[in-house]
């Protein structure tokens, strides 16, 4: 079976609500490769080793969350951008990028598939912050130690977590965002909940955990963003019949 880069893109597009966010990229099509869609890699992002892995599998089309020609950047496309397109260009690969609509998304987004692998209930969003569904609060199963949440969390994301809690705090309510997501701890803090759990970690984040007497988790920008792009891609094999297939490549930040 095959779709159209055209219907694909405009499928994806309405599907994951483009036109409703305001993001620092383009969302969609971002370098345009082959009209007919017949075999998709997904992966986080898209690196040379990502475009590298999608050449040698020979897929025609690349389904990324983190894209290229993101906003402050430089705007030529010289060095590491340049060898990535050329091999785009020269392959005649689709690059296909969503951001923030893929963190957001209720069924296929970041955030949604991090709850499910958390088992986190009574899922909502923090409405304070904007797009809807950047920061997700919600309820674990019963209450737990922070060292038990880690131990979840090193499991379920396969690696090692970075953890600052108070001391004999139980956990139960919990505000999450995947990536870098630590200058949220903030609203989090507001939202009331035991533990704020993101990808990424700054300096200040940890003074914030302490001094506001909430529990952090740092659990890596790539891994709490595995599962959005592969759950999207999951649901395009079975949509339009097409062969998808998700590729990591491991990343410790
Ligand atoms: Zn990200």
């Not at 969302?27 to 590298?52: C, F, P, Y």
């Not at 897929?59 to 340049?82: N, P, R």
């Not at 088992?119 to 199963?141: I, T």
Request: hydrophobic share 40%; charged share 20%.
């Amino acid at each position: 079976m095959s779709v159209s880069i055209q219907q694909l893109s405009t499928y994806l597009n309405g599907l994951l609500r483009v036109q409703e966010i305001t993001d620092y990229c383009p969302n969609g099509l971002q370098v345009e490769g082959r009209r007919e869609v017949t075999h998709i890699v997904t992966g986080v992002t898209a690196s040379q080793a990502l475009v590298d892995a999608a050449i040698a599998q020979g897929a025609d089309t690349l389904l990324v969350h983190h894209g290229y020609f993101w906003k402050g950047e430089s705007q030529t496309i010289t060095g590491m951008k340049k060898k990535r397109i050329s091999a785009l260009l020269k392959n005649d690969i689709n690059l296909l990028a969503y951001h923030l609509p893929l963190d957001v998304h209720p069924e296929y987004g970041n955030n949604r598939q991090l709850a499910k692998l958390l088992n986190v209930h009574q899922v909502k969003a923090v409405s304070s912050v904007k797009p809807v569904g950047v920061l997700m609060e919600g309820e674990l199963p019963s209450p737990i130690k922070g060292e038990d949440l880690k131990q979840l969390l090193a499991t379920q994301l396969s690696r090692e977590i970075l953890m600052e809690c108070p001391q004999n705090k139980e956990i139960t309510r919990i505000a999450w965002c995947t990536g870098g997501g630590q200058g949220f701890i903030e609203q989090a803090v507001e939202a009331n909940v035991d533990a704020f759990i993101t990808g990424e970690v700054s300096e200040q984040t940890i003074h914030v955990a302490r001094e506001m007497d909430i529990a952090f988790f740092a659990a890596g920008h790539h891994a709490t963003e595995r599962y959005g792009v592969k759950a999207l891609g999951e649901h395009l094999s079975e949509h339009f019949d097409i062969p998808v297939t998700f590729i990591d490549i491991p990343n410790p930040a």
